[in-house]
């Protein structure tokens, strides 16, 4: 079962450069990614969604291989492509993997101007070394599937961009 983590940051460009961090970490096996996307609402207050697959273009070249397959026995090879990039297309368009795209628009909606947020689906995760890495960029936890101590726990990290605070001198008489 993965874990919803939405971190919400005060600049537009933010997360996307958590989630490209978190795709690094991702090829090292640090952390299993099952879907991460950003929302990104701009000084206007126009929301777009930033989605880790293009669906329709995945569906497409997946349907145009077995277009052209099933074309070649058919001997029609192109009308098989035609039709199978088509239909992979409008599949890929319709399917919705990952966070639900109407949940991520409902969420921006508190975003302020000129912000944007990351939405991650975490099957696991190396959590100290991953969050080393990500702690640098800061955020605000926004909403997570976490236990309320865990939740605490990263947005502290996040806060403190991962400086542990100074331990306390001791006391002299």
Not at 5 to 22: K, M
Not at 39 to 47: A, F, L, M, P, Y
Not at 90 to 104: E, P, T
Request: charged share 25%.
């Amino acid at each position: 079962m993965a874990d919803l983590i939405v971190v919400g940051y005060d600049n537009e460009h933010r997360a996307e450069e958590v989630r490209l961090e978190l795709v690094r970490l991702q090829q090292e096996y640090l952390i299993d990614l099952e879907d991460a996307a950003v929302v990104v609402k701009d000084s206007e207050g126009k929301i777009k969604l930033k989605q880790a697959v293009n669906l329709p273009a995945t569906g497409a070249l997946s349907g145009g291989f077995w277009g052209l397959l099933i074309g070649a026995l058919f001997l029609n090879p192109l009308l098989g492509v035609a039709v199978g990039a088509a239909s992979g297309a409008l599949a890929g368009a319709l399917s919705d993997v990952g966070v639900n795209d109407d949940f991520m628009r409902e969420l921006s909606e508190i975003l302020p101007p000129s912000s944007s947020a990351l939405f991650v689906l975490v099957r696991r995760v190396t959590a100290d070394k991953v969050l080393a890495d990500v702690s640098k960029f800061g955020g605000r936890v926004l909403r997570s599937s976490l236990s309320k101590e865990d939740e605490r726990a990263l947005q502290e990290v996040l806060t403190n961009r991962g400086v542990s605070p100074a331990p306390a001198a001791p006391a002299t008489e």
